[in-house]
């Protein structure tokens, strides 16, 4: 642990959970050996262990606890709403919420574990957190870096139902949704931009117009070989 990062993770993101101050690398190094010592335990008991490490109730226990499952493929293969329900209790932060999404809720939706319905109702909880990870699950959907092959009538469904969402975490969250989706349906993008300008924020607009004619989400020159791009 790093005094310095947990100083610096706690005014980067403003969490009621516990910032240890471990490293991302650090982390995942720790998942792995972790998946090594559970090699021979039922999914079941794995999915256990991170509900366990969500309980604890710090920032690096919960990414240890989606970056274990996501080493195992018959434990993905057993999350629905339930499982992530349970393991996506208390995210409060954008670095929480974009992981589980990103990590498991993305890819159990695209695979079919974790239907429309679920994720719609995400999208209408009372809780922003869960709106925005309703929103950053259709990432994995679009992103190729994240195994996504393009699915535009999911992720605009999504983005329908938070438009006129004013929570700033929301805000973001359907910006970056729709810029993901950006290099399968620009139609499908510029047509809802269109449709909902009275609605959205001035935030999105801007950044998903400027990934529309700059291919980046600020207005700079597209460069040569542009870094992916992470939510704020």
Not at 49 to 69: F, I, K, N, S
Not at 163 to 191: C, F, M, T, Y
Request: net charge positive.
């Amino acid at each position: 642990m790093n005094p310095d990062r947990r100083d610096h993770g706690a005014a980067y993101f403003k969490t009621s959970l516990e910032i240890l101050g471990v490293s991302v690398p650090d982390i995942r190094r720790i998942a792995k050996s972790a998946a090594r010592e559970l090699r021979e335990r039922s999914a079941d008991h794995v999915l256990g262990v991170a509900e366990a490490l969500v309980d604890g109730g710090t920032l690096e226990g919960r990414q240890a606890a989606y970056e274990l499952v996501a080493l195992r493929e018959d434990a993905l293969a057993l999350l629905g709403k339930r499982r992530l329900d349970r393991l996506g209790r208390g995210n409060d932060n954008w670095g929480s919420v974009d992981a589980l999404a990103s990590t498991l809720a993305g890819p159990a939706w695209r695979a079919g574990r974790l239907t429309d319905k679920a994720v719609e109702q995400w999208a209408r909880s009372p809780d922003p957190w869960w709106r925005r990870t309703a929103l950053a699950s259709t990432v994995p959907l679009n992103l190729p870096s994240r195994g996504g092959t393009g699915d535009p009538e999911r992720t605009l469904k999504i983005c329908e139902l938070l438009s006129q969402d004013s929570h700033p975490a929301v805000e973001k969250a359907l910006s970056w949704a729709l810029r993901s989706l950006i290099q399968h349906d620009q139609n499908g993008v510029v047509a809802f931009l269109e449709r909902h300008e009275a609605d959205l924020s001035p935030r999105v607009i801007r950044e998903v117009r400027s990934k529309l004619e700059t291919g980046r989400k600020h207005g700079a020159a597209r460069p040569r070989h542009p870094p992916p791009e992470v939510p704020e």
